[in-house]
C-alpha cells in the first residue's frame, strides 16, 4: 500500500507547543459581573484547558455596528495571562479597582491599561488577538437603553461608552450573554449565574450560562464572587484524535491517565510522547496483530506534551494535556 512521508521535526513541535494558545468562541464565558462596588469585579469559566502562557484581552470598549472598537469613546484593554497550566472548570476573578490600579486576578497575572466598568462600559468583551483585528471568545452586557428588549445584537452600536453592538463572531445564548431585568427590561449594575447547571459539556454549560433567565440580579448590591457560590465541573472529549491513514483508521485518546492507540488493521506502530522542552519521556511499541496498547503516564507531571504515533513511514502527531 503506498503511503505518503510526513516529516515531522521536534524542533518545530516545541516551536508551536510554546506558542500562543488559541481560544475559540465559548471557550471562556462570564459567571458574574459587579459594578456597584469601589473595586468593580467580573468572573469568568474555563471551559477548556488552558495552557501556561496562553493570554486573553479584555475590554469594556464598546464594539460597533461596522465591526470595530468605538474610537469616538474609547476605552480600557487589558491583557490577563495563565501562569500555569489550568483544566476546564477554573474560575478566574478580576478585580479591576475601578481604574485606581491595575487589574489583578485570582488565578494569573494582568497587564495593561486600567479599567472602569462602574463609571462607563457596562459590558466586558473577552478576545484574542491584536485590538484592530480581534477574535473575540465571549461577551457580557449588561446595559439597557430599550424600554423593550434588546435584539440579539445588544444595543446594535456603540454609541457611547456605555453601549455595544454584539462582537463579530459571537452569539447571544450561545457564546455572549446580555443581563437585564426580565420583567421590566431594566438595566442591572450587578448579576450573578445563579449555579442552576454546574456540570455538563462545554454545550451544555453554555447554553446555561448564557441564558439571562439564569442569572440573579441587582441593580444596588454586588454580589459575593470569591469564593463563588458553587463548582463547575466540565466534561471534556477524551479523543486526543481520529484519522484515516491510506484507509487505515487509527485513534489516539487518554484513558485515566494512560494514552491508549488503537489502529483497526492491527498494523505495528510506534507511540512517542514528549514534554514541553522536546525530550522523550516515553515511547511505546505496539506489535503486528495487537489493535490497542496503553502507555501509563500516571508517573509524569502534569501539562502538556506531544505525542507522535509512527506507522510504516508515516508519524502524525497530537497535543494532549495529562
Known sequence: MHRSILILLVGM????????????KGDIAFVAINSDESDDVFSFLLLADVMA?????????????????????PE??????????????????????????????SQGSVTGEKMTVSVAGDQILAYQGDK??????????????KPTEPASNFDGDSFSNSTTALP???DIGQSAVHVYHPD??????????????????????LQALCDKNNWTTDNETPFQVDPFPCNFEVSLPTAIGSEEVDGDDFRIFVKERHVVI???NSEASELKLFNAGGVMVKSLRKPQGVREAEMATDNLPKGLYILTLSIDQQMVSRKVIL
Open 168 to 170: 463579530t463572531g459571537l
Open 76 to 105: 480600557s484593554h487589558f491583557t490577563w495571562q495563565a501562569t500555569a497550566d489550568l483544566k476546564a472548570g477554573t474560575l478566574v476573578h478580576v478585580t479591576t479597582y475601578n481604574g485606581n490600579a491595575v487589574a489583578t486576578a
Open 53 to 73: 502562557g496562553t493570554e486573553i484581552h479584555f475590554t469594556d470598549n464598546g464594539w460597533t455596528a461596522a465591526g470595530s472598537f468605538n474610537t469616538i469613546y
Open 132 to 145: 484592530l483585528n480581534p477574535v473575540f471568545i465571549a461577551a457580557i452586557s449588561f446595559n439597557q437603553n
Open 184 to 205: 421590566n427590561f431594566s438595566e442591572q449594575d450587578n448579576a450573578r449565574f445563579n449555579c442552576s447547571v454546574t456540570a455538563g459539556t462545554k454545550a451544555e454549560l
Open 13 to 24: 513541535l516545541v516551536f508551536n507547543l510554546k506558542a500562543q494558545h488559541t481560544l475559540k
Open 262 to 264: 488503537s489502529l483497526a
